[in-house]
């Protein structure tokens, strides 16, 4: 079964350093997601993208990140300078339509000390 | 404002017993709606979906959940829980281009 793919699992930064987490994609989706959870709160919604631009943000997600698709299969999320509150689990998903059958990946857990 | 609400934070249930786990939205309109189930260190995996049409969808694992526009509810069932079954369950609303989630509603099965 077709699976988004997630690196790195478990990431441990230092505050104020820039982080990518990466994901790929199942192949024929053409939709892009990033949500985060914070430990122990609910997932929430960071950003959409199609047709490489951004298509909705949230208010989490400030000018501190970025989303990109440099290649035709890597969707990455850029942190440029973390904070302690950015810890959290990042799920990467994507979709074929914007009809939301969203599939997840295994998801990153970012640690800022 | 659209919102998901799942009520229960912890539920513990018997294995063999029946489970319904509540989700109640607040949307403008009918949203697509979702169970997913999260293990632990785990991703979300999608149990079941509504988008319209028959008001009782079935699942993956057994599961089960109805959609009750006059309650504003989508609550997820099983009829026989299994251990494996323990995890954390998240309702989720959308409409185009992003999914609301619940709080999660964590299982605990005792055997």
């Known amino acids: 079964e077709p699976e988004v793919t997630q690196t790195p699992s478990h990431q441990v930064t230092q505050m104020g350093q820039e982080v990518i987490l990466r994901c790929v994609p199942i192949s024929n989706h053409l939709y892009f997601y990033w949500y985060r959870q914070i430990l122990g709160q609910k997932v929430e919604f960071l950003v959409s993208f199609y047709n490489n631009e951004i298509s909705e943000k949230s208010e989490i997600f400030d000018d501190q990140f970025s989303v990109e698709r440099p290649d035709g299969s890597n969707f990455t999320l850029k942190i440029r300078s973390t904070k302690l509150e950015d810890s959290a689990m990042y799920f990467c998903?994507?979709?074929?339509?914007?009809?939301?059958?969203?599939?997840f990946g295994a998801g990153s857990r970012l640690t800022v000390l | 404002a659209q919102s998901v609400t799942q009520p229960d934070i912890h539920i513990t249930v018997s294995e063999g017993a029946s489970l319904e786990l509540r989700c109640n939205y607040s949307y403008g309109a009918t949203p697509y709606l979702f169970w997913y189930v999260q293990s632990p260190g785990q991703g979300l995996q999608l149990l079941l979906k509504?988008?319209?049409?028959?008001?009782l969808v079935q699942g993956i694992k057994g599961f089960e959940a109805e959609f009750k526009r006059s309650q504003s509810s989508f609550n997820l069932r099983k009829p026989s829980v299994h251990w494996s079954d323990a995890a954390e369950y998240f309702c989720a609303g959308g409409g185009y281009n992003k999914l609301i989630f619940g709080a999660g509603t964590r299982l605990a099965v005792h055997p």
């Open positions: 509504y988008f319209s049409g028959d008001t």
């Open positions: 998903a994507s979709s074929e339509t914007g009809a939301n059958v969203l599939t």
